[in-house]
């Protein structure tokens, strides 16, 4: 496709399921990013992917937050153990460059809510 | 790390009046200012970005303004339209030597017909 693709669009766990959250970039895109979003905030960053390397996972919560981009493009965001304070939306975004002055193409996210 | 505050966080403006919404940040190193909006339920979207060599850029109503040496920039829309109405988001770069983009928390404007 043409822009980033998300998968699921929304999702429901009950608190303690393990989740896995889907982001195909745009192809050839370089860079990827996933942010959460709490309801009314903006994005906050969780982590990012340069190819196949994770350069920066600092925004990770806590260590139940595991990303991974194994062959460059596709990456899947996987939470263990959901808890209440993980329902948020998660978006994805990947950039053409490596660069900071390159735009965000966004996905349009995925709507987790814990229950 | 880059710290970016927002004002204000809710903007109600009557169609065809102008709209501001201001930004300041933290890391005196950033140099690409970008805005993005984001509708309700939608994804965000770049509508303008402005680099540090220039002061100012406009594209048809939208404009955005920085002043490097206060360490603020702002997003200006003309003649507001029901259409303009959603969420609209500053960002700065982290100078790490890639984009790591910290954002603000939003300002959610409203254009009355």
């Known amino acids: 496709g043409a822009g980033v693709s998300q998968s699921p669009r929304y999702k429901v766990a009950k608190r303690g399921q393990d989740v896995a959250l889907r982001c195909d970039p745009i192809s050839g895109h370089v860079s990827l990013f996933w942010y959460q979003q709490a309801l009314g905030q903006g994005p906050e960053f969780l982590t990012y992917f340069q190819n196949e390397a994770q350069l920066d996972k600092s925004g990770l919560p806590s260590d139940r937050f595991f990303a991974e981009r194994p062959e460059g493009s596709v990456s899947t965001l996987k939470i263990q153990r959901t808890q209440q304070e993980d329902s948020a939306v998660y978006l994805c975004?990947?950039?053409?460059?490596?660069?900071?002055?390159?735009?965000?193409?966004f996905g349009n996210g995925t709507r987790l809510t814990v229950t | 790390g880059e710290n970016v505050e927002q004002h204000p966080s809710t903007l109600s403006v009557q169609e065809g009046d102008s709209a501001v919404i201001k930004c300041t940040y933290s890391d005196s190193a950033s140099n690409y200012f970008p805005w993005y909006k984001q509708e309700l339920g939608k994804r965000p979207q770049l509508i303008i970005d402005?680099?540090?060599?220039?002061g100012e850029k406009k594209d048809q109503r939208i404009a955005v303004t920085l002043n490097k040496t206060a360490k603020h920039f702002s997003l200006h829309i003309t003649e507001t339209q029901p259409e303009d109405s959603a969420v609209y988001f500053c960002?700065?770069?982290?100078?790490?030597?890639?984009?790591?983009?910290?954002f603000g928390t939003g300002t959610k404007l409203q254009v009355i017909p």
């Open positions: 402005i680099r540090s060599n220039v």
């Open positions: 960002a700065a770069p982290y100078s790490g030597g890639y984009q790591k983009v910290t």
């Open positions: 975004a990947s950039t053409q460059g490596s660069s900071y002055n390159s735009p965000l193409h």
